[in-house]
């Protein structure tokens, strides 16, 4: 018989004042504005700078930053073959980041075509936080959320537990 305690969705942490639980995000996710100042740092330099980044909140998700493409440094995103699907938000096509000899494959990614509810989304870039050098939201490191799906960024304020880790996957 297959263990079934390992799919049961955990006890969300209680959030504090100013504090978002990722429990009380919506799904399907929602897409809100930000005017914060988002930073990603790569190959020892700014890749991209902005304060008109917007960011997908999903249940049990850390949220996830997209930044305006214009935004990122000229020639940094290089379009790879593959692709994947999300249900909401539509057919993601990815990208790798370069700088100089320093290449993170796959470690980006946009939808050139969102679905209808996710315009927000056209001519924005997401980044893995984990493959960066580092990323930051006004002047705070961010931590990468665990797996290499996902791709969530975890700031102070942002309560779990959180979707990624191994023996997540069923919740």
């Given at each position: 018989m297959p263990d079934s305690s390992r799919f049961r969705r955990p006890l969300p942490v209680q959030p504090g004042p100013g504090e978002e639980s990722v429990?009380?995000?919506p799904r399907p996710?929602?897409?809100?504005?930000?005017d914060?100042?988002?930073?990603?740092?790569?190959g020892g330099t700014v890749i991209a700078e902005s304060t008109a980044a917007v960011r997908v909140l999903e249940t049990s998700h850390p949220p996830v930053y997209y930044v305006?493409?214009?935004d990122f440094s000229p020639g940094v995103l290089v379009p790879v073959d593959g692709t994947t699907m999300c249900e909401f938000k539509g057919e993601a096509h990815y990208l790798d980041v370069r700088v100089g000899d320093a290449v993170a494959g796959a470690a980006a990614w946009t939808y050139p075509d969102p679905r209808p509810g996710y315009a927000p989304l056209f001519g924005m870039i997401a980044v893995y936080p984990g493959r960066m050098d580092a990323c930051e939201v006004n002047g705070v490191p961010v931590q990468a959320q665990e797996g290499d799906f996902?791709?969530?960024w975890?700031?102070?304020?942002?309560?779990?537990?959180?979707?990624?880790?191994?023996?997540?996957?069923?919740w």
């Open positions: 429990w009380e995000y996710p929602r897409v809100e504005p930000r914060e100042r988002v930073v990603i740092r790569f305006p493409a214009a996902y791709g969530g975890i700031t102070p304020g942002i309560v779990g537990p959180f979707k990624g880790a191994p023996g997540t996957r069923g």
